[in-house]
């Protein structure tokens, strides 16, 4: 989530700076520019935080009361895929690799700029020569001078008394007007942003803009000729990131703007330009979220034509397991339902195998995203583990985000390790060592009672017990669902038509759509 807030910020930067670059960089309003480039920079990081609301209202009868819960005898004997020993293959995550390497790259950044601060303080103590309140003056070997370091003044004291005066007048506005903090915000920008180019471009767009503004103040104390001399005289390379020097390099844009004739008031409406690339950037970067408002009808029959969009609650599972009052509205805070979606096993973990020769993994991820198509028809958010024939491991599998409920879809089959014959349906499975298994039998029941409305393929009356990871350890409801025996003919010709399994998918989204409105 963070990689996609920064290309969105990466984004608006590169077309802000376009703006700056072909439209303003060349116009005498300095300060108008300072304020220009330092709000864009503010902007840039604001825009893609934001996130608009659009709440909708849905009517829906009084709830009914939820299915009695029951378990079958028989329990599950599968095994974890981890817990079994080291038959697979270990996959990196490259989401969290590219994390950690841009987290490594932003501490050395700002590791840098420490660095850079003590080095300085270092410099200054080894050849200061005298100091007279915030000026300070060095000797001919120092490495930082005629510059300004936060409120000093570093000047060489081997210069001629006037051309002191000029240096300090110079780093005397940069003080004055704060040029540090620009400085320190576009440096702290430059380490967050440090694979995105166009910020380097923009660190240079406000030191280049500091000089403009300090020379524009000098000059009108001084001659230009002799302060343009002044400026190639004590040209030097600067690649300090803590300090404004007097004549770094370039100097050829800063001559060319101290003998430009300040531009027409006129033209100060180029900065319009920014308006429409400002709303390109809302339209394009601002979040949009959609919030579904329940409103209970007092009779028992919903409005022929109520929206069918789900509702959900804020779900506290890990704070309480009490069931409140649903019509209590001021009780609840409103969030958008999720639902996220494993397609079991995948990569070289091929599972079982089909009578027709297909594989497990093949089957779960048909059915996932199946599933994804008729929740995105009725504007459910579904979240998928894996959306092509990767191994993940199993801690890897579970969310790692806010969500309503987890569920993991699989296909059952006679395991060659035993003669029992499985059940030839559909089966929900829970687990009772979760900490939130009311809640996740009430997720389990609401399905399974949906399920049964099925024709064409059996459905367990029940829920059953399994002891495994996913369900044990998930902070969120969680179940496990078999869509079938792929080892018996019936089952699996049943499963192999496309329209059966889309049946399948909406009666768990029956079940997803109803679990949402029952409250915390």
Not at 5 to 12: E, G, I, N
Not at 260 to 272: D, G, S
Not at 481 to 504: A, F, P, V
Request: glycine share 4%.
């Amino acid at each position: 989530m963070i990689l996609i807030y920064l290309l969105k910020v990466s984004a608006c930067t590169a077309l802000f700076f376009a703006v700056y670059h072909f439209l303003l960089a060349r116009l005498t309003f300095f300060n108008l520019n300072r304020a220009y480039l330092l709000l864009m920079l503010v902007l840039s990081f604001s825009i893609p935080a934001l996130t608009i609301e659009s709440r909708h209202e849905v009517l829906r009868s009084n709830q009914e009361a939820p299915a009695k819960i029951g378990y079958t005898n028989d329990g599950f004997t599968e095994q974890d895929a981890e817990a079994d020993g080291g038959n697979m293959d270990i996959t990196i995550n490259w989401k969290e690799a590219i994390t950690y390497v841009y987290c490594s790259i932003l501490a050395l950044f700002i590791l840098r700029m420490f660095f850079m601060a003590v080095r300085i303080r270092f410099q200054l103590r080894k050849h200061v020569t005298n100091r007279n309140g915030a000026i300070l003056l060095v000797d001919s070997q120092s490495d930082i001078k005629n510059c300004c370091f936060f409120n000093q003044i570093i000047i060489d004291s081997s210069l001629p008394l006037k051309e002191k005066e000029l240096v300090i007048k110079h780093e005397s506005v940069h003080v004055k007007q704060l040029h540090v903090l620009d400085k320190l915000l576009a440096n702290l920008v430059t380490a967050i942003l440090w694979f995105n180019p166009v910020i380097y471009f923009w660190r240079n767009a406000i030191d280049h803009n500091h000089e403009f503004l300090a020379d524009r103040e000098t000059s009108r104390v001084a001659d230009k000729k002799v302060y343009a001399s002044l400026l190639l005289n004590l040209a030097m390379p600067c690649q300090n990131l803590a300090i404004n020097s007097f004549s770094k390099l370039p100097l050829k844009n800063r001559i060319m703007m101290l003998y430009k004739e300040p531009n027409a008031k006129l033209k100060r409406l180029a900065y319009l330009a920014i308006v429409p690339v400002l709303l390109i950037c809302c339209m394009a970067f601002i979040n949009r979220k959609e919030i579904i408002i329940e409103k209970t009808l007092a009779t028992n029959q919903a409005s022929d034509d109520a929206p069918k969009k789900p509702n959900a609650y804020a779900l506290n599972y890990l704070k309480s397991s009490i069931v409140v009052n649903p019509n209590a509205r001021p009780a609840f805070n409103e969030v958008e339902p999720v639902f996220v979606i494993d397609a079991g096993h995948g990569g070289k973990d091929g599972a079982v195998t089909a009578l027709d020769g297909q594989k497990e993994k093949d089957l779960n991820l048909r059915a996932v995203n199946i599933l994804k198509e008729e929740a995105a028809k009725r504007g459910i958010k579904v979240i998928l583990t894996r959306t092509t024939d990767q191994f993940l491991p199993l801690s890897d599998r579970l969310p790692k985000q806010e969500a309503t409920a987890f569920l993991s879809i699989h296909h059952n089959a006679i395991s060659p390790a035993t003669t029992q014959i499985p059940f030839g349906g559909i089966e929900v499975y829970v687990s009772k060592l979760n900490g939130n298994i009311k809640i996740a039998e009430d997720l389990g029941a609401g399905i399974l009672s949906k399920l049964k409305k099925l024709n064409g393929l059996e459905v367990r009356d029940s829920l059953k017990n399994a002891n495994l990871f996913l369900l044990r350890e998930s902070k969120v409801p969680a179940i496990l669902i078999e869509l079938g025996n792929i080892s018996d003919k019936k089952s699996l010709d049943y499963i192999n038509q496309d329209k059966n399994i889309r049946r399948i998918c909406n009666l768990i989204l029956d079940g997803f759509v109803d679990f949402t409105k029952r409250g915390c």
